[in-house]
């Protein structure tokens, strides 16, 4: 078991850019969350996969973000266009079903 | 709809100090989990705790105790003889199953915590 690993760790893009995140979940965790952390508030929901099926959706997740989790293992969230508001850190948890939430260690975007 | 409240934004303590985070939570769900977070400066998130709304019994690990009253809807977090190492921003966050919800996290707003030597 090496934990929810994220990749990558710091991301310092310029607005209107594209970026790709990635969360490995541990092993066997059939969910995964996606979140979003501004700075002094708490992570906020923004989308969650049951395997490979996107169940559901913040309405935080405007239309330029895009989730995926191919084959229910690693997941990926895009987001297009970028813009300084998008500047925050993402988190992503696993856990298998009804359970715990073991989050990564995040990657923190910078929107410059 | 869900709610966290953490109303201590920030808490500053000396080593050996008994700490008292607090947490009142908002929900028409009868069944729902309660959970503590720990959040070092390095970014990542520890869980600490979950309790799911049918158990009420308080629960005590190590220097770690918790207390939830479903009455007060409060599930208030106490560290005993705090340490340096216990510095942190703590979240308390609420989930549900029901409702088309699948489960994610509500946090409140986080306490910042510091134990000063």
């Known amino acids: 078991d090496t934990g929810v690993s994220q990749d990558p760790r710091h991301k310092i893009t310029k607005r209107g850019q594209n970026v790709t995140f990635r969360c490995d979940p541990i092993?066997?965790?059939?969910?995964l969350y996606w979140y979003r952390q501004t700075l002094g508030q708490g992570p906020e929901f923004l989308t969650y996969?049951?395997?490979?099926?996107?169940?559901?959706k913040s309405r935080l997740l405007s239309d330029r973000f895009s989730a995926e989790r191919p084959k229910g293992s690693f997941s990926t969230l895009e987001i297009q266009r970028t813009e300084q508001g998008d500047s925050a850190m993402y988190l992503c948890?696993?856990?298998?079903?009804?359970?715990?939430?073991?989050f990564g260690a995040g990657t923190r975007l910078s929107v410059l | 709809a869900q709610k966290v409240t953490q109303a201590q934004t920030e808490i500053s303590v000396v080593e050996k100090e008994d700490v008292t985070l607090d947490c009142v939570y908002e929900?028409?769900?009868?069944?729902?989990?309660l959970f503590w977070y720990k959040q070092p400066p390095s970014g990542e998130l520890v869980f600490l705790i979950r309790?799911?709304?049918?158990?009420?019994q308080n629960e005590i690990s190590g220097r770690y105790s918790w207390n939830f009253q479903k009455s007060t809807s409060s599930f208030n977090f106490t560290i005993t003889a705090s340490q340096v190492v216990d510095s942190a921003v703590y979240f308390c966050?609420?989930?549900?199953?029901?409702?088309?919800?699948?489960?994610?996290?509500?946090f409140g707003k986080g306490t910042k915590l510091s134990v000063k030597p």
């Open positions: 966050a609420l989930s549900v199953f029901y409702g088309g919800s699948q489960g994610n996290l509500i």
């Open positions: 948890a696993s856990s298998p079903a009804k359970n715990i939430q073991y």
């Open positions: 309790r799911n709304s049918f158990d009420e």
């Open positions: 092993s066997e965790h059939n969910r």
């Open positions: 996969f049951q395997n490979e099926a996107q169940l559901e």
């Open positions: 929900t028409r769900d009868t069944t729902y989990y």
